[in-house]
């Protein structure tokens, strides 16, 4: 498994994508920090690369990268290894190499910058969205063998995860704002990993707005260590629960 | 004859004894030694626990404490009650005063007298702490206010006055109690220097009381920083208001106040640093809002506002407001959210700058909103609201933004 990850490894960071990544990521972070005068204006354009840039790579390229290594895996399918073997070290050698890309990119400047609570979690927030949309890939590029329809999959997967799922929740608001709805709106961000990592990050950069009155109960449940760790939980679950479902969908599958 | 009298004057002023009270001095109880004094006496208490319930002085008298001896009430009686004019009280520690809910029973207490100085005592676990009723020309300096309140019921205010006028409250920290400071029909007095901490309710809070001044203080974490309701002609020159969070928190609350200056004071880290209702003809100037959620709530039942000259930095929302109407005025302020351009370089933006943001309309109108803050969804429906103003106000405006922040 171990040599898989590292032949995948040498071969994404041998391809050019990944490096522009990081040399686009790394501009747009010193940049921010460099042109605006306060380091929280620096954090809040690193929060909308967090929020819209990271994952749209991520799940592009990821859908890509599998669809074109293919006949790789093919080749390696026709080799006495485990399938959910390549699986796995097909997805940590993609993890491997996007959080290294991010880390690189956004977080040494972030590091030197920003090193207090919200860099570190920005960093922290940043690596994991890299892995729940490569995971969310996995899910797309599985689901049919066309590449044009499973690429089309992955940027609608993204758009509803950056833009439309916060349209529908402010939809839902406004219909709803009569009723009580404030703890069921924090269940309902569960539902998309970027709400979950945009709020986690609010909490720690928008502090004095969020003591206010819904803010109040927001901070109550994730501002906590219990909240925290929830948030998190919840996270890693975005991440696992795709994988686990591509990944039983790739052993099973007639390739 | 006027000789005469200044010689009689003199000679009344010698004759002032000193009587000391303590262990192993001429007086064991501090009620023998007033009991003995008369007007222009001193009664100098030494150090030591003094349990004697309500202790009154109606003379005359400088009462003097030496290293802070303890006047303890027991959580029974009001400990120290002051009946006469130009009392001085200094160098006291009074601690546990009873708790009523009809005689608000004290630390130390004024009753309708002047002159008056009550100076660098320390009180702790007081209903309330120093009141003065119905005083004229007092002074209540550099005393340290320390209760334990859990509940706004459940304890008094730090500094009382109620119907007096001429106070002078100087230099004194209050920690821990309902109101920091709390003035009722109170006129002509200034409040310099204060520290108030962690107060339940309000650091400061004015009722009915005008033409007042507080200057150079500090409102740390308290319930809102300062409240200012019902009254006119209320100068507030360099205060800072610092961490008042909380859902109904500000770092200065104005309802139904007319006519007053608010001049380079410090918002900073407050859930809303100013809140306006019904406030009318106020200028506001110069003052710095830095890290605020809300740097200023503007209801539209303000009138005739101006506010110019400020720095407003690292707000979450610049303004909010809960309607369509405005009658105030923006000049001349610095927005470090602002976007403008300045060809004829003269420091003035030659685009207006909208301040109230479509998002912050949206919280008011439904709080929960808040979750969906800085996502790229509300994001771009701001820039487009900033193009083309269709849901706010669109004469909510600073004509002349600054461009650089004013160095306060």
Not at chain 1, 187 to 193: C, E, G, H, I, R
Not at chain 2, 383 to 391: D, G, N, R, T, Y
Request: glycine residues 8%; contains cysteine; aromatic residues 12%.
């Amino acid at each position: 498994m171990n040599r898989i990850i590292k032949i995948i490894l040498t071969d994404i960071l041998k391809n050019k994508i990944v490096l522009v990544y990081t040399i686009v990521l790394s501009l747009l972070s010193w940049s921010a920090f460099g042109l605006e005068d306060n380091s929280a204006k620096g954090l809040l354009t690193i929060l909308n690369v967090i929020l819209f840039t990271v994952p749209l790579v991520s799940i592009l390229f990821t859908t890509i990268y599998l669809y074109n290594s293919s006949e790789f895996i093919e080749l390696l399918l026709s080799q006495p290894i485990k399938r959910n073997k390549i699986w796995q070290s097909l997805f940590f050698g993609l993890s491997a190499s996007m959080v290294l890309a991010f880390f690189i990119g956004a977080g040494i400047p972030l590091l030197i910058n920003a090193p207090n609570a919200v860099g570190l979690m920005m960093i922290l927030i940043g690596c994991l969205i890299s892995v729940v949309f490569i995971a969310l890939a996995f899910l797309c590029s599985i689901l049919t063998r066309d590449k044009a329809k499973g690429i089309g999959f992955a940027i609608l997967t993204w758009l509803y995860f950056a833009l439309l799922f916060d349209g529908l929740v402010l939809f839902l608001l406004f219909q709803l704002s009569e009723y009580p709805i404030e703890k069921a709106m924090v269940a309902v961000t569960a539902l998309s990993p970027i709400d979950l990592a945009r709020i986690q990050i609010l909490l720690h950069l928008d502090v004095s707005a969020m003591m206010g009155y819904t803010g109040a109960i927001f901070k109550d449940f994730f501002g906590t260590t219990a909240g925290l760790f929830a948030s998190f939980g919840l996270l890693v679950l975005w991440v696992v629960i795709p994988f686990y479902l591509s990944l039983r969908k790739f052993i099973r599958k007639d390739l | 004859m006027r000789l005469l009298f200044i010689f009689f004057l003199c000679t009344f002023s010698l004759q002032a004894q000193k009587l000391e009270v303590g262990a192993n001095k001429p007086y064991k109880t501090i009620k023998q030694a007033l009991k003995a004094s008369n007007n222009g006496d001193t009664v100098l208490v030494h150090k030591g626990i003094y349990k004697e319930g309500n202790i009154r002085i109606d003379k005359k008298i400088v009462f003097l404490g030496k290293d802070f001896p303890v006047l303890d009430g027991q959580k029974k009686v009001e400990v120290l009650s002051i009946h006469a004019d130009s009392v001085i009280v200094k160098g006291f520690r009074v601690i546990n005063s009873g708790f009523a809910a009809l005689e608000d029973p004290c630390g130390i207490k004024v009753y309708n007298k002047s002159f008056v100085v009550i100076e660098g005592n320390q009180l702790d676990d007081n209903f309330f702490g120093i009141y003065i009723q119905n005083g004229r020309n007092c002074i209540v300096k550099n005393n340290t206010i320390i209760a334990y309140g859990k509940e706004e019921q459940q304890i008094g205010n730090g500094i009382h006055a109620w119907k007096s006028n001429d106070l002078q409250i100087i230099g004194n920290s209050i920690k821990g109690h309902r109101d920091g400071i709390y003035f009722e029909f109170v006129y002509d007095s200034v409040i310099w220097r204060n520290i108030a901490t962690n107060n339940i309710r309000y650091g400061l809070h004015f009722m009915f009381s005008s033409n007042d001044s507080y200057i150079t203080n500090i409102f740390r974490n308290n319930g809102a920083g300062v409240a200012v309701m019902f009254s006119k002609d209320v100068t507030m020159i360099n205060n800072y208001f610092d961490e008042n969070w909380g859902a109904s928190s500000y770092g200065l609350l104005l309802k139904e106040i007319s006519d007053s200056y608010i001049y380079t004071n410090y918002f900073k880290n407050n859930t809303s640093g100013i809140y306006m209702e019904g406030t009318n003809r106020i200028k506001i100037e110069k003052n710095v809002f830095e890290g605020n959620g809300w740097a200023m709530k503007i209801q539209a039942s303000c009138m005739d506002n101006e506010i110019v000259n400020n720095n407003f930095q690292g707000n979450t929302f610049d303004m909010g407001t809960n309607g369509s109407l405005v009658l105030n005025t923006f000049n001349n302020n610095y927005w470090d959210k602002y976007e403008g351009y300045d060809i004829n370089r003269d420091g003035l933006g030659d685009v207006p700058y909208h301040p109230l943001s479509l998002f912050a309309v949206l919280v008011e109108k439904n709080p929960s909103a808040m979750l969906l803050f800085r996502s790229f969804m509300i994001t771009l429906l701001d820039k487009s609201e900033k193009v083309l103003p269709s849901i706010t106000p669109d004469n909510f405006v600073d004509n002349a933004p600054l461009m650089k922040p004013l160095k306060l």
